[in-house]
């Protein structure tokens, strides 16, 4: 089972805590249902088969984003993965709570999946329903969970759910199809008008780099929710960067930092770091330095785990936490490119 700690594919360490290579989803295929949204439905998963006879009430959510889906249409879960990694003190993640103490309800209760998922927490939650349509959830553990409740894993690979298919599954097993395409168009309109409202990002191109452990670096590709809300806001992916080859079960292309060179034509660069000695180290190596964008400070670091979170998934929720916390920076080093 995949945990918080982990994002997309290849996991890479930082001191005690993994670090966040590609947790974003990419396109699959989606939901293979028995009716268009009324009960009972049945949706196919990669690892098996979950019909819903009715309404569900008591939803348990595993995985990224689920839970703001579901809280979305109506319905808050009765428990929830904790996210260890960005989560506040309780492991909530801020704009989930957000959401969810604006409705007056009863925060759900969390429980673990790393190292294994607490199938007893899930146990006397009684759940109807579990979701984790975006989630690492193994054969094993869907096989026990179906015994318990229809239970909605991934349509493709593991992690690999698109954002919009999440949404749309979701809808399909809640009964709610209509609104979830709602909020699917609601979210392409959100980042459309802060595009609108930032026309001078529309002429820059940008590349989102990981290049955490030293010598290393690799670019983030369409499909990772960190390249897409970007390109919703108006950037366009530096096209010799955009053609490399994906890596598989990645959204990520790795091309070590001797290759720094193919960032020289980039405007805007984006990267993360899991803290503040991480990023001087980086900072530190020649060949990293010399980055146009690094040296003129057209330059996106982010540090704060929330918001590397936030811009790790699309969701009614998240975006615009992410868009709120994000563009600023992203302006301010906009600003910053030459003519």
Known sequence: MRTPHRLA???????TLVALTACAPAAETTPDAASGGAFPVTIESALGSATIESAPQRIVTIGWGSADTAVALGTTPVGVETDAWSGDADGYQVWTRAAIEERGDTLPTTFAVYPEVDIDAIVALEPDLI???????????FDVLSDLAPTVAYPGSAWRTNWDTQIETIGLAMGKTDEAAALITDLRAQMADAASANPELADLSFAYIYAGEPGTMSVYQAGDPRVDI???LGLTSDPELAALPIGEGS??????????????NVDVLFTWFNDEASAEATAAQPLYAQIPAVQRGSYVVNLDRQLGMAMSMITPYSVPWAI???LPMITDA???VTP
Not at 9 to 15: H, P, R, T, V
Not at 131 to 141: E, I, M, V
Not at 251 to 264: C, Y
């Open 9 to 15: 594919g290849i996991l890479i360490a930082a001191a």
């Open 131 to 141: 979701l984790a349509p975006q989630s690492g959830l193994s054969q094993d553990d």
């Open 230 to 232: 970007i390109s919703g």
């Open 251 to 264: 959204f990520s292309s790795t091309i070590g930092l001797e290759r720094a060179d193919l960032l020289n």
């Open 324 to 326: 709120g916390e994000y």
């Open 334 to 336: 906009a600003a910053k």
